[in-house]
């Protein structure tokens, strides 16, 4: 069942959402091989009705699986956002659809997800990459930037003739 809240029930006071979303309601197309979503999404929020809008906020979290961008190892990682806020006006261009009196939560909520996904997942901020590879390591030289007399690109450049 999506996150769905009644702006009936918004008149008298706020209301409370509170529970478990499963991955099917949140229509996950994973944008990245190396992030994926594994479990269901757990949600804490509250919504108030603010003159021609809705505040929503509370706390989200999410399971992922990802991989690592440098030595390829599987790990989870949870993304959490503890302090989500969203407006959401209910009238004018950007306002969200209304249907039976009713409001969707949930193209909000999949969307502030998505964003938070990590973009260059790492097991840990140290990872050398994989075993043997110097991908990513600085050679130590005591080179300024310029190239040796006699390598290749000064063999091209010297054959311009200008």
């Known amino acids: 069942m ?30 990245d091989e190396m992030v994926r979503p594994v479990d269901t999404l757990a949600y804490h929020l509250e919504v108030q009705k603010i003159e021609e ?60 997800i998505l964003l938070e996904f990590p973009q260059h997942p790492l097991c840990e901020p140290e990872c050398g990459g994989l075993p043997g590879s110097i991908a990513g390591k600085a050679k130590n030289t005591n080179n300024t930037g310029q190239f040796a007399p006699g390598s290749p690109a000064w063999n091209e450049l010297d054959k311009l003739k200008f």
Do not use: M, Y
């Open 2 to 31: 999506p996150l769905v809240v009644n702006l009936r029930h918004l008149e008298a006071h706020n209301v409370v959402l509170a529970g478990e979303l499963p991955l099917q309601e949140l229509d996950f197309d994973s944008p």
């Open 53 to 112: 809008g809705l505040l929503v906020q509370g706390r989200l979290s999410l399971p992922l699986e990802c991989k690592c961008v440098r030595c390829l190892r599987a790990f989870r990682r949870q993304l959490t956002l503890p302090h989500w806020t969203r407006h959401l006006p209910l009238q004018g261009e950007e306002s969200i659809p209304i249907s039976n009196d009713c409001v969707d939560l949930t193209p909000s909520v999949r969307e502030d």
